[in-house]
């Protein structure tokens, strides 16, 4: 009960080697490179973020364009074959983004969800976004630990 027929299935196996090499890969040693730490990438968190910032509670994750359905690129129309199946699967992955980004902020994390296309074309820019993220982490930090204004930030 295989749904899918020949060119659909090789265009999913492609997609699933490009998924699991390179756009997190790319995005974990920008960040690596860039000399942020602190943070694990394989974790029991829901949706299991790509990078998970365990302290400051930041989690980052890349979106595949085909998988997760990017407005912006044409990898996130559905396949002309089998475009029930597929729009219908891609519906639900969707979903379960929303669903997993509200329960992690619901137990007070941030959640930097990027698209693959982002990390592949400006991977500089997601970094600068993730280091913002954890200044203004430690930044709210301090500010309970101690309550005492650090000024000037822009
Ligand atoms: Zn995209």
């Given at each position: 009960m295989d749904v899918h027929d020949k060119s659909t299935r090789s265009f999913n196996m492609s997609r699933i080697r490009s998924r699991d090499t390179k756009p997190e890969m790319r995005l974990r040693k920008l960040v690596w490179a860039s000399g942020l730490r602190g943070y694990r990438t394989t974790t029991e968190l829901p949706g299991k973020p790509d990078l998970a910032f365990t302290r400051l509670r930041i989690a980052v994750f890349v979106d595949g364009c085909f998988w997760h359905v990017c407005p912006e690129c044409s990898d996130g129309r559905a396949p002309k074959s089998n475009t029930t199946y597929w729009t219908e699967k891609r519906r639900m992955n969707s979903e379960r983004d929303v669903r997993q980004t509200r329960e992690?902020?619901?137990?007070?994390?941030?959640?930097?969800?990027?698209?693959?296309?982002?990390?592949?074309?400006?991977?500089?820019?997601?970094?600068?976004?993730?280091?913002?993220?954890?200044?203004?982490?430690?930044?709210?930090?301090?500010?309970?630990?101690?309550?005492?204004?650090?000024?000037?930030q822009p």
């Open positions: 992690l902020r619901r137990r007070g994390w941030i959640v930097l969800r990027f698209w693959e296309h982002h990390v592949l074309k400006d991977g500089a820019g997601c970094v600068k976004i993730i280091a913002r993220a954890i200044r203004k982490r430690e930044k709210s930090d301090q500010r309970a630990a101690v309550s005492e204004k650090t000024g000037g």
